[in-house]
Antibody
Framework: EVQLVESGGGLVQPGGSLRLSCAAS????????LSWVRQAPGTGLEWVSI????????RYAGSVKGRFTISRDNSKNTVFLEMNSLRVEDTAVYYCAKSSGSGVGKDYLDSWGQGALVTVSS | EIVLTQSPGTLSLSPGERATLSCRASQSVAGNYLAWYQQKPGQAPWLLIF???SRATGIPDRFSGSGSGTDFTLTISRLEPEDFAVYFCQQYGSSITFGQGTRLEIK
């Protein structure tokens, strides 16, 4: 069974930084792309970023481009989301999700973690 | 960016009834790369349907997806108590975008 466990969430001031981690088990980690998807309180889902299986390719939503960086360590079965210059509107639950394929396009998200809450507030 | 609009926003039905949820795209979804997810309060989304009409592993056959191009539908043939939740559609043919969700509530 695939398990994805996010960590690193918390309260941060506007302009601050935070690094989320997602530890995976129950899968051949190096064969799948991984995404981060966020959900602001009481609202819908917003895709944030994706990284290919070997980290060659990354993509970002326009709302986070230039501020967030996705990376992965295949030796530790972990994917990261480095978030800088955080804004109040970045407040959300951040989910790690496994892609059905290895690249950064044409794949759905077939397993999700339980999420990590990030609150940006002064 | 492809914008997905789901309707209705809220659907009130009784167990045993049939539910029909709509997802309309602002432009054609390449390859019918359209998925549906179910989300219950406090939980992560759960994949139901991919490729517009293929059920994910372990999903009961009362869930079915249909449609192509810009119009897609999720149908739940006979509602069970555990089906009352929020449903999101997602397109993955051109980057990834989600619809705003349909809340399915008990009447």
């Amino acid at each position: 069974e695939v398990q994805l466990v996010e960590s690193g969430g918390g309260l941060v001031q506007p302009g601050g930084s935070l690094r989320l981690s997602c530890a995976a088990s129950g899968l051949t980690f190096s064969k799948n792309a991984l995404s981060w998807v966020r959900q602001a309180p009481g609202t819908g889902l917003e895709w944030v970023s994706i990284i290919s299986d070997d980290a060659t390719y990354t993509r970002y939503a326009g709302s986070v481009k230039g501020r967030f960086t996705i990376s992965r360590d295949n030796s530790k079965n972990t994917v990261f989301l480095e978030m800088n210059s955080l804004r109040v509107e970045d407040t959300a639950v951040y989910y790690c999700a496994k892609s059905s394929g290895s690249g950064v396009g044409k794949d759905y998200l077939d397993s999700w973690g339980q999420g990590a809450l990030v609150t940006v507030s002064s | 960016e492809i914008v997905l609009t789901q309707s209705p926003g809220t659907l009130s039905l009784s167990p045993g009834e049939r539910a029909t949820l709509s997802c309309r795209a602002s432009q054609s979804v390449a390859g019918n790369y359209l998925a549906w997810y179910q989300q219950k309060p406090g939980q992560a989304p759960w994949l139901l349907i991919f490729g517009a009409s293929s059920r994910a592993t372990g999903i009961p056959d009362r869930f079915s997806g249909s449609g192509s191009g810009t119009d897609f539908t999720l149908t739940i043939s006979r509602l069970e108590p555990e089906d009352f939740a929020v449903y999101f559609c997602q397109q993955y043919g051109s980057s990834i975008t989600f619809g705003q969700g349909t809340r399915l509530e008990i009447k």
